[in-house]
C-alpha cells in the first residue's frame, strides 16, 4: 500500500491504539475524560479488525473501502442480533471522529446510518412521572431546598412535553399571553436543531399548564425565561441537572427526559382514549386512533417522523 504522507500514523505515535488516544486528547484537549474514554474503548474494537482482518497496522494504510468494510461486518452482526444498531452506530461515529483527528480531514467519514441502519429506539417501560405521587416527590425535595427554578422547569417539561433546554429557554410571559387568547403555545426557544426558528411547534396547554404558566412568570419576574440571571445556560444545566439528581435519588426517574416521555404517554390517553402500548402492555387503539396520536404527539415533541414516537410511547405493534 502507498502512505500519504505525515509519518506513521501521521506523527501521532508508533501504534495504532496509541496513535488514537493521542489524537483524541488533542481533539478535545484537557478533561472530557469520559468522552475519551468511550472513544478509546470504540477505536480499539475498529484497530484489532484493522490488524487481524485486514493486516493493517499504520493509520496511513486506513482507506474508505476498509472503513465500508467495518460496517459491513457490523451490519451482519446487527442483522444477527448480536449488536444492537445504536452501538454498531457508535462505533462508526468513533471511527469518523478518530480518523478525522489523524488526518487532518474528513475524507474516511462515512454515514454510520446508512451502514448498519437506522436507530429505531422502543420504550420498554412506563415513564415513572406519569405517576404524579412520584414527581411530587421530587418536587418536594427541590422545594425544600429553595430551587423553584428547577422545580419550574421539571413542571414545563411534564406539562409541555419540553426539552429541558426548550423549558429552560422558553418566553414563560409570551407563552402565558399565547395560553391565555388560543390555549396553546408556540415552542421556538431552544429547540433541537434550531428547528423552532424556521417552524411553528403548537403545544396545547391545558387549564393545569397555564396555572403553572402564570406561577414560572412570577418566579420569572422581568426576566424573559426561568435561568437566574447570576447563571449562564451552561451553568444553569449543571445546577439544574444536579439538583434534579438528587431530588430524584431512589425514585426511579431517569433524567428530565422521563417527564417528556410521560407527557407523550397522557397525551396518547387523550387522543386515543385508550393507554399508551407502554403502559398496558402492548396496543389497544386501532392502528387507525394510534397514528392519528403519533402524528399529532410527534410534533408537539418537535419530531419530523412519527416512528421516534415509540421511544415515548411504546411499540405500534
Same mark, same amino acid.
Given at each position: 500500500m502507498s502512505k500519504v504522507g505525515g509519518g506513521r500514523n501521521f506523527g501521532y505515535g508508533k501504534r495504532l491504539a496509541w496513535a488514537g488516544k493521542n489524537a483524541l486528547q488533542d481533539r478535545y484537549g484537557p478533561g472530557h475524560f469520559g468522552?475519551?474514554?468511550?472513544?478509546?474503548?470504540?477505536?480499539? /474494537?475498529? &484497530? %484489532?479488525?484493522?490488524?487481524?482482518?485486514?493486516?493493517?497496522?499504520?493509520? +496511513?494504510?486506513?482507506?474508505?473501502?476498509? #472503513? *465500508?468494510?467495518?460496517?459491513?461486518?457490523?451490519?451482519?452482526?446487527?442483522?444477527?442480533?448480536?449488536?444492537?444498531?445504536?452501538?454498531?452506530?457508535?462505533?462508526?461515529?468513533?471511527?469518523?471522529?478518530?480518523?478525522?483527528?489523524?488526518?487532518?480531514?474528513?475524507? /474516511?467519514? &462515512? %454515514?454510520?446510518?446508512?451502514?448498519?441502519?437506522?436507530?429505531?429506539?422502543? +420504550?420498554?417501560?412506563?415513564?415513572?412521572? #406519569? *405517576?404524579?405521587?412520584?414527581?411530587?416527590?421530587?418536587?418536594?425535595?427541590?422545594?425544600?431546598?429553595?430551587?423553584?427554578?428547577?422545580?419550574?422547569?421539571?413542571?414545563?417539561?411534564?406539562e409541555l412535553g419540553l426539552r429541558f433546554r426548550e423549558a429552560s429557554l422558553l418566553n414563560v410571559h409570551t407563552a402565558l399571553k399565547q395560553s391565555r387568547t388560543g390555549g396553546r403555545t408556540n415552542i421556538s426557544e431552544g429547540t433541537k436543531g434550531g428547528r423552532g426558528k424556521h417552524a411553528d411547534r403548537w403545544v396545547s396547554v391545558s387549564p393545569q399548564a397555564?396555572?403553572?404558566?402564570?406561577?414560572?412568570?412570577?418566579?420569572?419576574?422581568?426576566?424573559?425565561?426561568?435561568?437566574?440571571?447570576?447563571?449562564?445556560?451552561?451553568?444553569?444545566?449543571?445546577?439544574?441537572?444536579?439538583?434534579w439528581r438528587l431530588a430524584t435519588d431512589k425514585t426511579g426517574i431517569r433524567g428530565f427526559h422521563d417527564l417528556r416521555a410521560a407527557y407523550a404517554c397522557e397525551r396518547y390517553q387523550q387522543i386515543t382514549g385508550r393507554p399508551a402500548p407502554v403502559m398496558s402492555d402492548g396496543r389497544t387503539a386501532t392502528k387507525a386512533q394510534d397514528h392519528h396520536a403519533r402524528t399529532i404527539i410527534a410534533l408537539e415533541l418537535g419530531h419530523n417522523r412519527i416512528n421516534v414516537v415509540s421511544a415515548y410511547v411504546g411499540s405500534a405493534k
Open positions: 468522552t475519551v474514554a468511550s472513544h478509546l474503548h470504540r477505536w480499539n /474494537l475498529f &484497530v %484489532s479488525f484493522l490488524k487481524t482482518e485486514c493486516g493493517v497496522k499504520d493509520a +496511513r494504510d486506513i482507506t474508505i473501502d476498509l #472503513v *465500508d468494510r467495518y460496517g459491513s461486518q457490523l451490519k451482519q452482526q446487527v442483522d444477527t442480533g448480536s449488536k444492537k444498531v445504536a452501538y454498531a452506530q457508535n462505533l462508526l461515529s468513533t471511527v469518523n471522529v478518530v480518523l478525522t483527528a489523524l488526518r487532518g480531514d474528513n475524507h /474516511l467519514a &462515512v %454515514s454510520p446510518s446508512t451502514l448498519v441502519g437506522e436507530r429505531t429506539v422502543v +420504550r420498554e417501560y412506563s415513564p415513572r412521572t #406519569v *405517576d404524579y405521587s412520584q414527581l411530587n416527590h421530587a418536587l418536594k425535595a427541590l422545594e425544600s431546598k429553595n430551587e423553584r427554578p428547577v422545580l419550574l422547569v421539571a413542571s414545563l417539561c411534564r397555564q396555572a403553572l404558566l402564570q406561577q414560572a412568570c412570577g418566579e420569572a419576574g422581568p426576566n424573559k425565561n426561568l435561568i437566574p440571571e447570576q447563571h449562564n445556560y451552561v451553568q444553569w444545566r449543571n445546577h439544574a441537572y444536579a439538583q
